[in-house]
Protein backbone atom coordinates (compact mmCIF):
# COMPACT_ATOMS: atom_id res chain seq x y z
CA UNK A 1 0.00 0.00 0.00
CA UNK A 2 2.90 2.05 1.28
CA UNK A 3 4.23 1.96 -2.74
CA UNK A 4 0.40 2.71 -4.09
CA UNK A 5 0.38 5.47 -2.05
CA UNK A 6 4.02 7.05 -3.48
CA UNK A 7 2.99 6.23 -7.09
CA UNK A 8 -0.16 8.40 -6.57
CA UNK A 9 1.79 11.25 -4.81
CA UNK A 10 4.41 10.89 -7.96
CA UNK A 11 1.52 11.10 -10.68
CA UNK A 12 -0.28 13.63 -8.77
CA UNK A 13 3.18 15.90 -9.01
CA UNK A 14 3.63 15.09 -12.71
CA UNK A 15 0.07 16.80 -13.38
CA UNK A 16 0.77 19.46 -11.97
CA UNK A 17 4.20 19.88 -14.08
CA UNK A 18 2.04 19.41 -17.18
CA UNK A 19 -0.43 22.11 -16.24
CA UNK A 20 2.23 24.51 -15.55
CA UNK A 21 4.12 23.38 -18.65
CA UNK A 22 1.28 23.49 -20.73
CA UNK A 23 0.60 27.36 -19.71
CA UNK A 24 4.34 28.16 -20.50
CA UNK A 25 4.55 26.89 -23.87
CA UNK A 26 0.78 29.00 -24.49
CA UNK A 27 2.64 32.03 -23.19
CA UNK A 28 3.61 34.36 -26.52
CA UNK A 29 6.10 36.18 -24.50
CA UNK A 30 7.89 34.38 -21.44
CA UNK A 31 10.08 36.07 -18.96
CA UNK A 32 13.50 34.40 -18.19
CA UNK A 33 12.76 33.03 -14.95
CA UNK A 34 9.33 31.26 -16.64
CA UNK A 35 12.40 29.28 -18.69
CA UNK A 36 14.51 28.63 -15.94
CA UNK A 37 11.43 27.07 -14.25
CA UNK A 38 10.21 25.38 -17.17
CA UNK A 39 13.71 23.57 -17.46
CA UNK A 40 13.68 22.86 -13.45
CA UNK A 41 10.19 21.02 -13.99
CA UNK A 42 11.39 18.98 -17.11
CA UNK A 43 14.04 17.77 -15.01
CA UNK A 44 11.76 16.80 -11.86
CA UNK A 45 9.70 15.01 -14.58
CA UNK A 46 12.94 12.90 -16.21
CA UNK A 47 13.30 11.90 -12.40
CA UNK A 48 9.32 11.15 -11.72
CA UNK A 49 9.04 8.90 -14.64
CA UNK A 50 12.66 7.15 -13.66
CA UNK A 51 11.04 6.59 -10.15
CA UNK A 52 7.78 5.74 -11.59
CA UNK A 53 8.88 3.25 -13.71
CA UNK A 54 11.53 1.38 -11.11
CA UNK A 55 8.39 1.14 -8.91
CA UNK A 56 6.42 -0.53 -10.99
CA UNK A 57 8.89 -3.13 -12.39
CA UNK A 58 9.26 -3.85 -8.29
CA UNK A 59 6.01 -4.13 -7.94
CA UNK A 60 5.69 -6.66 -10.39
CA UNK A 61 8.91 -8.49 -9.15
CA UNK A 62 7.19 -8.66 -5.98
CA UNK A 63 3.54 -9.69 -7.50
CA UNK A 64 5.37 -12.43 -8.91
CA UNK A 65 7.37 -13.99 -6.29
CA UNK A 66 4.49 -13.59 -4.22
CA UNK A 67 2.64 -16.14 -7.21
CA UNK A 68 5.28 -18.44 -6.78
CA UNK A 69 5.09 -19.09 -3.28
CA UNK A 70 1.64 -19.21 -3.10
CA UNK A 71 1.73 -22.35 -6.22
CA UNK A 72 4.51 -23.82 -4.25
CA UNK A 73 3.33 -26.91 -2.55
CA UNK A 74 6.28 -28.20 -0.46
CA UNK A 75 6.92 -31.92 -0.14
CA UNK A 76 3.85 -34.36 0.69
Given at each position: ?????LMQ????????????????????????????????????????IRK????????????????RSR??????
Amino acid sequence: MKILNLMQTLCSELRAIEFWNTAYRHNQTPQKYEGVAFRAREERRKEIIRKLAALGSQTLASQKKTRRSRSYIGPI
